[in-house]
């Protein structure tokens, strides 16, 4: 990749750059979108910091494809330490993407973003969007009871403030978000009305599921929560 003696790119790097960034203006949305989920696997800064500005320029593609890879790209980018400081502003960009963007799997990723990279500004659009968390499709609502867990254990917000919608993702028509939503609902308080609610939700994911792995996976958590609750198992 680089001169052992200059410590600079080599020649043929420097046409990769070039390859790379062309791709990044290329009229079909495909090769734009395949690029951009390269790019999640490159940490060079010499490569990276020259094509910064035309990864930021299709946040505002008009094909979706487009815009959750890059939002996947500046998100690789920022999540290494070495290079966060290629986009000083990401968490301010992705919020505004987050506001105005109408794509689910996009607004998912913009989501994502923000709960792995800037946890204060995901919970503060999570209270935007909470008396609505029931019209989120399944990717968005498991990334939500992400958030929530992640809140608890690193910053000084109350418990209670996520409890509400933990429990209304419990009545969810998807058996992956009821079972994360019970797990999250346990992490979040020990009252028994609670608990209870959750457990019911675990026996009923035994009782519709079809799929063996997955009750498999119920039976080992119920397991796993035999000791702690062992008089609401009862």
Avoid: W
């Avoid at 989920?37 to 930021?56: A, G, H, K, Y």
């Avoid at 290629?86 to 996009?106: F, G, H, K, M, S």
């Avoid at 994360?180 to 992490?187: F, I, M, P």
Wanted: glycine share 2%.
């Amino acid at each position: 990749k680089k001169d052992v003696n200059s410590g600079k790119l080599k020649p043929e790097m420097i046409l990769v750059c070039n390859h790379l960034l062309n791709d990044l203006k290329h009229p079909n949305e495909y090769i734009r979108g395949s690029t951009l989920r390269l790019l999640c696997r490159i940490d060079e800064v010499e490569i990276l910091e020259q094509l910064i500005p035309q990864i930021l320029q299709n946040l505002e593609h008009r094909h979706s494809y487009v815009r959750k890879n890059a939002i996947l790209s500046i998100m690789a980018i920022v999540s290494n330490p070495n290079n966060e400081y290629l986009i000083p502003d990401a968490t301010q960009r992705i919020y505004q993407v987050l506001e105005t963007e109408t794509n689910n799997l996009c607004k998912r990723n913009a989501f994502l973003f923000l709960t792995n990279c800037d946890l204060k500004n995901s919970l503060k659009f999570f209270l935007t969007i909470q008396d609505q968390i029931g019209n989120y499709p399944e990717t968005m609502q498991i990334t939500i009871l992400e958030l929530m867990r992640k809140v608890c254990r690193s910053l000084p917000v109350p418990k209670s403030i996520f409890v509400k919608c933990t429990a209304k993702l419990l009545e969810s028509h998807s058996n992956a978000v009821i079972y994360e939503s019970a797990n999250t609902l346990l992490s979040l308080t020990p009252l028994d009305s609670a608990v209870n609610k959750a457990l019911e939700s675990y026996a009923r994911l035994l009782q519709n599921e079809s799929d063996q792995n997955v009750k498999l996976i119920v039976i080992n958590r119920l397991n796993s929560l035999k000791i702690r609750y062992e008089r609401n198992l009862k």
